[in-house]
């Protein structure tokens, strides 16, 4: 499935009213949010799990799409990909090294996953940026997703409590009081939560697409714009409902 057919999913995107199942997040994490000389090569972890519990995994199918945008120019990176096992699921890998200076956008399109206990399809379109030795531009570059966040905030150099803002958008447009579901990359670092809604925090976007985080924890944060899509066939050829996520990877450290 090519980027062109993918977009017909957006054809109804709308702000999704189920959040019954909170915590479903394609993961893409750089081993480094920079590159500079002593590191060009920039490695990726690709899973699909819910981050701040720390699992389940859930098996991918091969992204639709893998790439990195610099210089306003999309370089496919699909051959770079690297299947593995994770939690006996299908996860991926892959490395890239830099060749320029500027921010590189990471971006992936996975194949759609199908989630029985919502009876629904999902899609979640990601990204994360990387600076390369100390460019600093292009790190609001647009990949073109049929749903996707717009930084307002450089999504690198922040210290834990900072804030990070953004535009949900949907086929280019803000799209107004998005719902957009917030976790951190746990890795076992918090063990004991007060409650499960403080493991998905859930904010809203005001009229004109745009949200606000204080990220209270150095690590990686994932913001996730959900929206409905069209309708697609599930595994069995049933036609069910879709979810859309518009994902972004940010990461901030501690002062």
């Not at 699909?48 to 389940?56: A, E």
């Not at 029985?116 to 994360?128: G, L, N, Q, W």
């Not at 004991?192 to 204080?214: E, L, M, R, S």
């Amino acid at each position: 499935m090519n980027a062109r057919r993918l977009k017909v999913f957006a054809g109804l995107c709308a702000v999704s009213a189920a959040v019954a199942a909170w915590g479903h997040f394609q993961v893409l994490i750089p081993a480094s949010e920079f590159a500079d000389e002593d590191n060009r090569e920039v490695s990726l972890d690709i899973l699909f799990t819910h981050p701040m519990s720390g699992g389940p995994v859930m098996e991918m199918g091969t992204p639709t799409e893998f790439g990195v945008l610099v210089g306003g120019k999309k370089v496919n990176l699909m051959d770079a990909l690297k299947k593995r096992k994770v939690e006996g699921k299908t996860a991926y890998s892959a490395t890239y090294k830099v060749k320029r200076p500027g921010d590189h956008v990471f971006y992936i399109a996975p194949a759609p996953y199908w989630e029985p206990a919502e009876r629904k399809m999902i899609i979640h379109y990601t990204k994360v940026v990387v600076d390369a030795f100390g460019g600093g531009e292009g790190w609001d570059a647009m990949v073109g997703f049929p749903v996707e966040i717009k930084p307002l905030v450089r999504p690198y150099g922040l210290w834990a409590g900072n804030v990070f803002r953004g535009i949900v958008t949907c086929n280019g447009k803000p799209v107004p009081f998005a719902e957009i579901e917030v976790e951190y990359l746990n890795s076992g670092k918090i063990i004991d939560v007060p409650n499960d809604a403080f493991d998905t925090q859930v904010i809203k976007a005001d009229a004109n697409g745009v949200f606000c985080y204080a990220m209270p924890r150095s690590g990686w944060w994932g913001f996730a714009a959900l929206m409905d899509g069209d309708k697609m066939k599930n595994p069995k050829g049933e036609m069910v409902d879709t979810e859309l996520g518009a994902l972004m990877w940010v990461r901030c450290r501690d002062m």
